[in-house]
């Protein structure tokens, strides 16, 4: 606790020092040239397909992942999730721990919802345009109100998956799904920290010390191992309407990307602060997570040891009893029966020539 404390006090001095990002870094990566990609809501940068971006449209379009080549921007192949609802995506992730992608069925502008849709689509091998596998997760939040949210994020040292909701300063927040997501059940997010209000995409970077939350008109550099406080803040490319964020496949830049037909991608230079930031801590909710699965296995053990005694103890009983019932194991009853009486003729010799 101490050194999480420690960490965010710094990260909060640093913070406040950090300044605009130059503009003048900022970059055209390329401009979508599929008409179809209309709303490009979510972002993505392939982990397994050098030059590829994934991207999808927002609602009231089809179940499709676009794989984009970074360089023309023309599309390569479209990914379709078959018999998928497309209720209304609002984001993408990666997870480079198993080379997949997150879609994100979770936009609700008027809040009518309880429940919501993730979709894990394995990146494939060969791009190639037709129909992907993908699982269904069923998820909700905790407090089991509907909300509006745009940002989905894989956390990249464990793939655990974080949602940032769309709402105003005083209701905006992270939520933080389960360890290990579960199909066919639904799976609860809970908060875990504040946000920015109006975020509408993020993305963890930094080998997951850091995450960047945008909206239409800033930025903001947030640690996840510091409450998710923020310490940079800058301004994105200015877009139509800045929908994704993605960090580039080489780790070194961000990508901005805008709904519209033709919309174009940027390339940022993670901006030189975040480079002055120190190491931050665990986080006092990760440090407690870590003591209760350590206490869940411990407990585990113990119960495992507990009931393995009682097995012992109940194969000794068993065998005690089988000799009770059965007699020694390759000795006979004539046999027991000579050595019964050999002790009773000793028994009376000895009383026969003991001394008063």
Partial sequence: MRRALVGLAAL???GLAAGVADAADQERMFQFQDDRITESSGLAASTKHD??????NDSDAGPDLFAVDDSSGETVAVLTLN?????????????ENDETLWVGDIGDNIDAWKTYRLYRVPEPDTLRTGNVEFTQYDIRYADGRARDAEALLCDPRNGR?????????????????????????????????????????????????FAVLRGYFEARIVSPNADWKSVVKFTPPIQMQGESVAESADGEDLLFGSEGIGS???RVPIPEDVKKLPNSSVSAQDAKDAAKDAKDKGKKAADDAKKAGRDAAKDTSDDIKRVNDEGIPGIDGQMVALFSALGLGLLVLVLATRRD
């Avoid at 030059?51 to 999808?56: A, E, L, S």
């Avoid at 609802?85 to 609002?90: L, T």
């Fill in 161 to 209: 998956l974080y949602i940032v909701s769309k709402e105003n300063e005083s209701q905006a927040a992270v939520y933080r799904g389960p360890a290990t997501m579960k199909a066919g059940a639904v799976n609860t997010f809970t908060r875990i920290a504040s946000a920015p209000a109006g975020v509408t995409d993020g993305a963890f970077f930094a080998g997951g010390r």
């Fill in 51 to 56: 030059g590829i971006v994934y991207t999808h």
């Fill in 83 to 95: 018999g998928a609802p497309a209720r209304d995506w609002e984001a993408m992730t990666r997870c």
């Fill in 264 to 266: 174009t991608v940027w």
């Fill in 12 to 14: 909060t001095m640093v």
